[in-house]
């Protein structure tokens, strides 16, 4: 059974780091793509990166220079490092697994329960 367990959220101030991590079991992170995701009450769920099984990555154009997305698949962990954390940043950030590499979150895969991030001005 595939399952992703998000941690590492919390509250900041405006300037401040956080690290995301996304546990995986049933499956390899090597084999998928890997994403993170995150919705602010209200809005659409919004893609903010993506690492391809061959470690490619790519970002939103939001958290550029900002975020970095890695991942471990010796301990099948994807990580989102947060820097110079933003109040629009604030959301429940969600991690997925597909097996394309798409910024939709409608496309099929599976996803964790998700982990709060909140950042004050």
């Known amino acids: 059974q595939v399952r992703l367990v998000e941690s590492g959220g919390g509250s900041v101030q405006s300037g401040g780091s956080l690290r995301l991590s996304c546990a995986a079991s049933g499956y390899a992170t090597s084999s998928y793509c890997m994403a993170w995701f995150r919705q602010a009450p209200g809005e659409e769920r919004e893609w903010v990166a993506t690492i391809a099984p061959w470690g490619a990555t790519n970002y939103a154009e939001s958290v550029k220079g900002r975020f970095t997305i890695s991942k471990d698949n010796a301990k099948n962990t994807l990580y989102l490092q947060m820097n110079s954390l933003k109040p629009d940043d604030t959301a429940m950030y969600y991690c997925?697994?597909?097996?394309?590499?798409?910024?939709?979150?409608?496309?099929?895969?599976?996803w964790g329960q998700g982990t709060q991030v909140t950042v004050s001005s």
């Open positions: 997925a697994a597909r097996r394309v590499c798409t910024v939709l979150a409608a496309a099929v895969g599976y």
